[in-house]
């Protein structure tokens, strides 16, 4: 299902309500196969996609099955931590390309969870890579340190428990730089990681800072109606009017921004 789409939400509404009994019925038919064809794009690039390993499926259907619900009313999280949070399978695959294709060893993620991603980039990289991942959730650490004892690759995860911007700042301090840097936590939160990002050295020379969620459910295209609304369109709008990035917005899922340095990407005249 095309979740994140919200035309979709709205068709499926629309075909759910009474009013649908008063349209004619081929106009009807018509919308239904609009609904369906939307649902087949999506599911296909899943049924393409090549599958994930068997301990990211086992990650997934975890995440997906366990209460969070009952751990937020109980005062276990802080956060209404959710199983929608967790990415998909196109998202893993597609970071697992960009880090293979670019050679990458040090990758940094923001907002691990419950450790999908941070596994999935861990599986591209070489024995020596490491994944510095940033989680705020103090209910997450044993549920991820039994997920990354799974796999062969999880001893190349370092995870730190504590707000990103405290490990962002820590990383600093230790000269760290990163090839790849995954971003993928709280809205609000994503212009200032990335200005502490490029202004400290934490992005490595032709390094990638890959930015989800990036349609926050279609709020940034949407008339925003409240200004969490418009987190998502600030950021982007503040990532675009940087003279010397370069970006790509990449419809995946709820699309994934794609940063680069300008000087890093465009190629230098001929002699
Ligand atoms: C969307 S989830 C991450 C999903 C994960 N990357 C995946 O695909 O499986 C966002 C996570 O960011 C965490 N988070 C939110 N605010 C944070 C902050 N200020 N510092 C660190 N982590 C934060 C949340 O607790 C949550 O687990």
């Not at 690759?153 to 990383?171: Q, S, V, W």
């Not at 890959?210 to 982007?236: K, Q, W």
Request: charge should be negative.
């Amino acid at each position: 299902m095309a979740q994140y789409d919200p035309a979709v939400k709205e068709l499926e509404e629309l075909l759910e309500s009474p009013d649908i009994k008063d349209v004619k019925p081929e106009v009807r038919q018509k919308l239904e196969r609009i609904l369906d064809m939307c649902n087949k794009r999506h599911d296909y690039a899943d049924e393409i996609t090549t599958p994930q390993s068997d301990i990211l499926a086992y990650i997934h259907e975890q995440t997906t099955s366990h209460p969070w619900e009952q751990a937020y009313t109980s005062g276990k999280t802080k956060w209404n931590l959710e199983s929608g949070m967790i990415s998909g399978l196109v998202t893993c695959q597609f970071l697992k390309f960009v880090i293979s294709m670019m050679q990458a060893k040090q990758v940094l993620e923001i907002g691990m969870f419950t450790g999908y991603t941070a596994l999935a980039m861990a599986e591209a990289l070489p024995a020596d890579g490491e994944v510095v991942t940033c989680e705020i959730s103090e209910y997450l650490k044993d549920m991820t340190a039994d997920f990354f004892s799974r796999s062969q690759h999880g001893k190349k995860i370092k995870t730190y428990f504590a707000p990103a911007e405290d490990t962002l700042n820590n990383l600093i301090k230790d000269g760290r730089s990163f090839d790849v840097i995954f971003i993928d936590a709280n809205k609000p939160g994503y212009k200032g990681y990335v200005d502490i990002i490029l202004e400290n050295g934490l992005l490595a020379p032709r390094g990638i800072i890959l930015a989800d969620n990036a349609y926050l459910s279609g709020t940034s295209y949407i008339n925003p109606r409240t200004r969490e609304d418009n987190v998502m369109n600030d950021f982007n709008q503040h990532i675009k009017n940087n003279p010397q990035l370069q970006q790509v917005l990449l419809p995946i899922r709820d699309g994934i921004l794609a940063i680069r340095r300008k000087s890093d990407v465009e190629g230098q005249a001929a002699e």
